[in-house]
Nanobody
Framework: EVQLQASGGGYVQAGGSLRLSCVVSTFSGYSIGWFRQAPGKEREGVSCISRYDSKTSYSDSVKGRFTISTDYAKNTVYLQMNNLRPEDTATYYC????????????????WGQGTQVTVSS
């Protein structure tokens, strides 16, 4: 079983930055993805990083603004979020699963608790 703990959310003005962290108990061959869910909306895949070749994938809505990275020494996956927009406001989750291009929630087996990101205009 993989346990994940997300942190780093907060309140920021539009144009600002935040860095989310996801501490992973063990990678066990899983890739890590970041998702977000705003009230009344479906959970959306944001980014993922492959455990095998470190290839990354991003949704079109965050490409060029968000960067995912891994520090294996700390068992932590980061999501650096720059130039934040009000539409980025959501609860962000990290999860362990498959990173193969499209970032689909059903391909992830283990989920951490969410961390809230609020971007004011």
């Amino acid at each position: 079983e993989v346990q994940l703990q997300a942190s780093g959310g907060g309140y920021v003005q539009a144009g600002g930055s935040l860095r989310l962290s996801c501490v992973v108990s063990t990678f066990s061959g899983y890739s890590i993805g970041w998702f977000r869910q705003a009230p009344g909306k479906e959970r959306e895949g944001v980014s993922c990083i492959s455990r095998y070749d470190s290839k990354t994938s991003y949704s079109d809505s965050v490409k060029g603004r968000f960067t995912i990275s891994t520090d294996y020494a700390k068992n932590t996956v980061y999501l650096q979020m720059n130039n934040l927009r009000p539409e980025d406001t959501a609860t962000y989750y990290c999860a362990a699963g498959l990173c193969s291009g499209p970032i689909r929630p059903y391909e992830y087996d283990y989920w951490g608790q969410g961390t809230q990101v609020t971007v004011s205009s």
